[in-house]
C-alpha cells in the first residue's frame, strides 16, 4: 500500500501528505539537478574537457580565470583542476619566484609542468608587477642545490652559484629541474645587444640539458625523457653549445631562429658534440638564420630519420648583422645541401629552402650558390618550398649583375612523388629575368602531367613584395596548368584586391 494510503487509513492529517508530496516533488528536483550537473560526470571526461584548456600548449587570461574559478566550486573540481593550472609557465605572464616557491611547497605538482616559455631579456618585459617580485629564500635555495646534488650532476656548486645569484635563466634552470614531465620548451633570448659575439659560455640551463644528452648521470637523463619539441631564439648563444642537446633521445621537433654562425664548424667538432645518425629529430627548422651550407649539411648527416626540414637563409641587411662577419660570411651552396639531403631520401616529406639574401650583398660577396640539381631520387618528399632560382644557372657580367644562362627544367628536376610546390621567384623586373622564369614556369606547364603524375598545386610568389599582377600571359599559363588538373595559385598584386591568404 503507497505511504499517502498508509497514512489516510492511520487517520494522518492532510498536511503531512502535503509535506510528502513536496518532498518528493524537491527530491525529483535535486536528482534532476544532480543528473545535469558538472560533477556528475566521471573523472575521465572531465579531464578530457580540461585538456581543451591547454591546447598547442597555451590559454590566455580569460582560460586561467576560468580554471580558478572551477578550483573554488567543488573538492573534486578542486583536486582535478589544480593541476591545469601548473601545467604551463609562462614567465611574461607569472612571476617564476613565486611558481618556484610553489613547486618547492607542494613537488607533487611539479609533476603536472608540461609547457615551459622562457623569455630572457634585460628589458624585462613582464606583464606582472616588478616591484612584487619574489625572492627565494635560503631554505628554498637550499632545496634546489640539494635536487641537484640528487641528480648527481658534474658540478653541482655551479648550479648552486646561480641560484644564489638567482638571474632570470638560472630561475629557468631550477624549474627544468624541478619538473620531469617538461614537453615543450621554448626560449628566446634578446640580449644580443649586449653580447654582439654571444655568450663566451653557454647558459646554466643549455648545460643542463646537454648533461641529458651526454648521460653523465642516468637520473638526468631519464628526468627529460618527455621532452619531444624545443623553440629556441638564438640570440647571443651559439650554435655549438645547442648542438649538443640535439642528441636528447626523446627530442623530435626543433625550431632554432636567428642562428648567426660567425666561425665555421669544424666536422670533427660535430661528430664529437653529436654523432652521425644519432639524433632521432623528425622536425627541424632553421627560421632566419645566418649559417653557413657546410655546418648545415654536416647536421643534417646526424639525423637519423629526418621526415621535415625547413632552412630560411637571411644575412639580415636591414639589420647590418653580415657585417660581423668582417668578409667571411656563412655561404649558401644549394649542391652541399643537396648532397645531404639525398641521405633522407627514404624519409624525408617536406623540404623547405628560403633564400632571404639581398641581391646587392650577392654581387659584394660574389656568392656562387650553385644549384639543388635532380631531386627525383627523394620518392617520399609531397611538399617542396623552395626559390626558383635554387634550379637554375646563373653568371656575373662585367658589370657586377647576375643574369640566368639558362631557363630551368623543373618537371625534370622535382621529385616523383612531390604533390605541392611552392616557387618565389625574385622581385627583380629586368628583361632577362623576366622571361627566364616566365620560361620556366611555362615548361612546367606543358610537362608536369608526364614527369610528376601525383603533383596537385603549384603556387608562385614574389619574394619581397605583397604580390603579383596577373597579366593575359598568366591567366592562359594558369589555364594550361587546369587543363591537366594542377590548380596554380597565384600571390595577387595588390592592385587587384584579389587576396590569396591561406594556401
Known amino acids: 500500500m503507497p505511504r499517502s494510503s498508509k497514512r489516510k487509513a492511520a487517520g494522518m492529517p492532510e498536511t503531512c501528505r502535503v509535506h510528502d508530496k513536496r518532498q518528493a516533488r524537491g527530491s525529483k528536483i535535486s536528482r534532476e539537478k544532480q543528473a545535469t550537473g558538472l560533477d556528475s560526470l566521471p573523472d575521465e571526461l572531465l579531464l578530457d574537457i580540461l585538456d581543451s584548456f591547454i591546447i598547442h600548449g597555451y590559454y590566455d587570461e580569460s582560460r586561467v580565470r576560468v580554471l580558478y574559478n572551477l578550483c573554488l566550486t567543488s573538492r573534486r573540481l578542486y583536486r582535478l583542476a589544480t593541476p591545469y593550472m601548473y601545467a604551463i609557465m609562462d614567465n611574461l605572464r607569472a612571476d617564476p619566484g613565486k611558481f618556484l616557491r610553489s613547486l618547492i611547497q607542494q613537488p607533487e605538482m611539479a609533476q603536472s609542468l608540461r609547457y615551459l616559455s622562457w623569455v630572457d631579456d634585460h628589458a624585462e618585459p613582464y606583464?606582472?608587477?616588478?616591484?612584487?617580485?619574489?625572492?627565494?629564500?635560503?631554505?628554498?635555495?637550499?632545496?634546489?642545490?640539494?635536487?641537484?646534488?640528487?641528480?648527481?650532476?658534474?658540478?653541482?656548486?655551479?648550479?648552486?652559484?646561480?641560484?644564489?645569484?638567482?638571474?632570470?635563466?638560472?630561475?629557468?634552470?631550477?624549474?627544468?629541474?624541478?619538473?620531469?614531465?617538461?614537453?615543450?620548451?621554448?626560449?628566446?633570448?634578446?640580449?644580443?645587444?649586449?653580447?654582439?659575439?654571444?655568450?663566451?659560455?653557454?647558459?646554466?640551463?643549455?648545460?643542463?640539458?646537454?648533461?641529458?644528452?651526454?648521460?653523465?648521470?642516468?637520473?638526468?637523463?631519464?628526468?627529460?625523457?618527455?621532452?619531444?619539441?624545443?623553440?629556441?631564439?638564438?640570440?647571443?648563444?651559439?650554435?655549438?653549445?645547442?648542438?649538443?642537446?640535439?642528441?636528447?633521445?626523446?627530442?623530435?621537433?626543433?625550431?632554432?631562429?636567428?642562428?648567426?654562425?660567425?666561425?665555421?664548424?669544424?666536422?670533427?667538432?660535430?661528430?664529437?658534440?653529436?654523432?652521425?645518425?644519432?639524433?632521432?629529430?623528425?622536425?627541424?627548422?632553421?627560421?632566419?638564420?645566418?649559417?653557413?651550407?657546410e655546418t648545415v649539411a654536416q647536421l643534417l648527416r646526424s639525423f637519423r630519420g629526418l621526415r621535415t626540414f625547413v632552412l630560411a637563409f637571411d644575412n639580415l641587411e636591414r639589420t647590418g648583422a653580415y657585417r660581423s662577419y668582417e668578409g667571411h660570411p656563412p655561404r649558401l651552396h644549394y649542391p652541399t645541401l643537396a648532397e645531404a639531403l639525398l641521405e633522407h631520401k627514404d624519409t624525408l616529406e617536406r623540404l623547405v629552402i628560403e633564400e632571404d639574401t639581398d641581391w646587392d650583398l650577392r654581387d659584394i660577396y660574389q656568392l656562387n650558390q650553385g644549384s639543388l640539381g635532380s631531386l627525383r631520387d627523394m620518392h617520399k618528399l609531397r611538399s617542396l618550398q623552395t626559390g626558383l632560382d635554387s634550379f637554375g644557372a646563373f653568371e656575373m657580367d662585367e658589370y657586377g649583375a647576375w643574369f640566368p644562362?639558362?631557363?630551368?627544367?623543373?618537371?625534370?628536376?622535382?621529385?616523383?612523388?612531390?604533390?605541392?610546390?611552392?616557387?618565389?621567384?625574385?622581385?627583380?623586373?629586368?628583361?632577362?629575368?623576366?622571361?627566364?622564369?616566365?620560361?620556366?614556369?611555362?615548361?612546367?606547364?606543358?610537362?608536369?602531367?608526364?614527369?610528376?603524375?601525383?603533383?596537385?598545386?603549384?603556387?608562385?610568389r614574389r619574394k619581397f613584395v605583397d604580390g603579383m599582377w596577373i597579366d593575359e600571359w598568366l591567366t592562359k599559363i594558369r589555364d594550361k596548368f587546369a587543363e591537366q588538373d594542377i590548380e596554380l595559385w597565384i600571390m595577387r598584386d595588390v592592385e587587384t584586391f584579389d587576396y590569396i591568404l591561406d594556401y
Open 405 to 460: 644562362t639558362e631557363p630551368t627544367k623543373l618537371s625534370e628536376n622535382l621529385p616523383l612523388a612531390v604533390e605541392r610546390v611552392e616557387l618565389s621567384i625574385e622581385e627583380e623586373f629586368y628583361d632577362e629575368y623576366e622571361k627566364y622564369w616566365r620560361k620556366s614556369l611555362d615548361d612546367l606547364a606543358q610537362s608536369c602531367r608526364s614527369n610528376l603524375p601525383n603533383l596537385k598545386k603549384v603556387n608562385i
Open 127 to 293: 606583464f606582472w608587477d616588478k616591484s612584487k617580485k619574489y625572492v627565494l629564500s635560503q631554505i628554498e635555495r637550499r632545496a634546489l642545490c640539494r635536487k641537484a646534488e640528487e641528480f648527481e650532476l658534474i658540478n653541482p656548486r655551479l648550479y648552486a652559484r646561480g641560484f644564489r645569484q638567482q638571474q632570470p635563466r638560472d630561475h629557468l634552470t631550477a624549474l627544468l629541474l624541478l619538473a620531469p614531465n617538461i614537453r615543450r620548451l621554448e626560449v628566446a633570448d634578446r640580449n644580443v645587444c649586449c653580447y654582439r659575439r654571444g655568450y663566451p659560455t653557454p647558459p646554466m640551463w643549455i648545460r643542463l640539458l646537454g648533461e641529458a644528452r651526454f648521460a653523465v648521470s642516468p637520473l638526468i637523463s631519464q628526468h627529460f625523457q618527455h621532452l619531444r619539441s624545443l623553440h629556441l631564439h638564438m640570440g647571443p648563444i651559439k650554435f655549438m653549445h645547442i648542438v649538443p642537446i640535439l642528441g636528447i633521445p626523446s627530442l623530435r621537433l626543433v625550431v632554432l631562429e636567428e642562428v648567426f654562425q660567425v666561425v665555421p664548424v669544424s666536422s670533427r667538432a660535430m661528430e664529437h658534440s653529436i654523432p652521425p645518425q644519432s639524433s632521432r629529430i623528425e622536425e627541424f627548422h632553421f627560421e632566419n638564420s645566418y649559417i653557413g651550407s
